[in-house]
T-cell receptor
Framework: NAGVTQTPKFQVLKTGQSMTLQCAQD?????MYWYRQDPGMGLRLIYY???????DKGEVPNGYNVSRLNKREFSLRLESAAPSQTSVYFC????????????FGSGTRLTVV | GNSVTQMEGPVTLSEEAFLTINCTYT??????LFWYVQYPGEGLQLLLK?????DKGSNKGFEATYRKETTSFHLEKGSVQVSDSAVYFC???????????FGQGTELSVKP
């Protein structure tokens, strides 16, 4: 099925551990995004990539890094996890047409203890 | 800057009641406006959209009209069902910024 695939779906980390969240889309979209969702705060943009080879910071980039490996894949890395990074993470992609909405993955629920 | 403000939830309604979820925005230029829905344990799905003033987006009985004069994009449905229970997000996209900006979300609970 066409769409955005995120892995893993669930993860528990200890403070200080590192991990990479994977995201891949098969819709040939140029733009990809990473959001985090916290209760009462909606979705906040962490990083985005307008095209292959480019990445830009969003609203809450501290503590994260990203890699746009190719047009399909956009990964998010936590180098040294902190409890404040406990959240649900969503990857999304967007086509280039004006008014084109985002397609979201099903999310990764991350707990840092 | 650009921002989206939604009415606070949770909103609790009885089945077949009329639904309004208010959304107002602040933006430079002429953004596109969206409503997304998130069912429990799932990602966000596009519900409807409008790309210019006075456009009406509609889907699954939900409607929203892009009102430039009041900078609003309120979501309405004439008769809600239990299956409409979800979190609803209003969002705007402006081409110059290349990013989707979300409101904080409104939780809707529909009781039988």
């Amino acid at each position: 099925n066409a769409g955005v695939t995120q892995t893993p779906k669930f993860q528990v980390l200890k403070t200080g551990q590192s991990m990479t969240l994977q995201c891949a889309q098969d819709m040939n979209h140029n733009s990809m995004y990473w959001y985090r969702q916290d209760p009462g705060m909606g979705l906040r943009l962490i990083y985005y990539s307008a095209s292959e080879g480019t990445t830009d910071k969003g609203e809450v980039p501290n503590g994260y890094n990203v890699s746009r490996l190719n047009k399909r894949e956009f990964s998010l890395r936590l180098e040294s996890a902190a409890p404040s990074q406990t959240s649900v993470y969503f990857c999304a992609s967007r086509g280039d047409l004006v008014g084109h909405g985002y397609t979201f993955g099903s999310g990764t629920r991350l707990t840092v203890v | 800057g650009n921002s989206v403000t939604q009415m606070e939830g949770p909103v609790t309604l009885s089945e077949e009641a009329f639904l309004t979820i208010n959304c107002t925005y602040t933006a430079t230029g002429y953004p596109s406006l969206f409503w997304y829905v998130q069912y429990p344990g799932e990602g966000l799905q596009l519900l409807l959209k409008a790309t210019k003033a006075d456009d009406k987006g509609s889907n699954k009985g939900f409607e929203a009209t892009y009102r430039k004069e009041t900078t609003s994009f309120h979501l309405e449905k004439g008769s809600v069902q239990v299956s409409d229970s979800a979190v609803y997000f209003c969002a705007l996209y402006y081409n110059q910024g290349g990013k989707l900006i979300f409101g904080q979300g409104t939780e809707l609970s529909v009781k039988p």
